[in-house]
């Protein structure tokens, strides 16, 4: 089940690499990007979906992602990490909000964010 915040981020995709697409560099938008097919390289969006046949080598730098592919390399999202049941993840995350479903793979690390609150 994809989450409320989750679910406006799938509404919100400005950029699609298709299944049948392979990218070698890095991918960079302030935008969401769905990934249905192969990046070798880093990403850096404001938002991810990781599609169910994606396979992704490299560095992500978001503020959330969806993952049900496969992910081998480290996570940062400033916001949210969602990981569904079907996904591998191999590498370390960084997120204020962890979700890991029933059935997902996670090898790695994981560390959570503390935002910051001002006491008046």
């Known amino acids: 089940m994809i989450k409320k915040k989750s679910k406006s981020l799938l509404d919100s995709v400005e ?3 298709g299944h049948s697409a392979t990218v070698e560099g890095t991918v ?3 935008k969401t990007v769905r990934i249905d097919g192969k990046i070798n390289g880093n990403i850096i969006a ?3 979906i990781v599609g169910e046949k994606a396979e992704i080598t490299g ?3 978001t503020k959330v992602i ?3 592919g496969l992910i081998k390399g480290n996570i940062n999202a400033s916001e949210t990490i969602e990981i569904l049941p079907q996904a591998k993840v191999f590498g370390d ?3 204020n909000i ?3 479903a029933e059935g997902a793979h996670f090898y790695g690390n994981s560390s959570m964010t503390i935002k910051e609150t001002t006491v008046d």
Do not use: Q, W
Request: no cysteine; proline share 0%; net charge negative.
């Open 93 to 95: 995350i960084k997120t």
């Open 15 to 17: 950029s699609l690499i």
């Open 66 to 68: 969806v993952i049900a």
């Open 46 to 48: 404001g938002g991810v």
């Open 98 to 100: 962890l979700t890991i």
């Open 28 to 30: 960079k938008t302030d």
């Open 59 to 61: 560095e992500i730098d």
